[in-house]
């Protein structure tokens, strides 16, 4: 599994968070604005497909923003190929913020492992 999904609550829809949250997705002000409005996904990545390394550190900014500003959130892993509309257990693939982090973690080491570092 490997697409990650973060939602944030409505409460995030302030011009502090949102600024924090464009300069960790660099995603456009208006994007974020209408995904907090909408209840829609405000980061939806494939973790392991492309640049890891950039989707790791913009993974751990979102987070790092959502622990320091108390934001509410819901974070799914769903699998690879798989969006919030095709997933048929999308309600099984709920995480929690330890858990990406320990999915960041673990990708991590095993990327060290595999470069020999």
Known sequence: MSNIVIFLDQE????????RLQKATQKSLSDIRSSLMNNAPVVEVELFEGDYDSHAKMLRAVM???LELSLG?????????????????????????????????????ELDRQLGE
């Open 12 to 19: 995030a829809n302030r011009a502090d968070v949102v600024l």
């Open 64 to 66: 790092s923003c959502m």
């Open 73 to 109: 959130c819901r974070i799914y892993e769903l699998p690879e190929g798989e969006t919030m509309e095709t997933c048929s257990f999308v309600d099984k693939c709920e995480i929690t913020p330890t858990v990406l982090e320990n999915i960041l973690s673990e990708a991590d080491a």
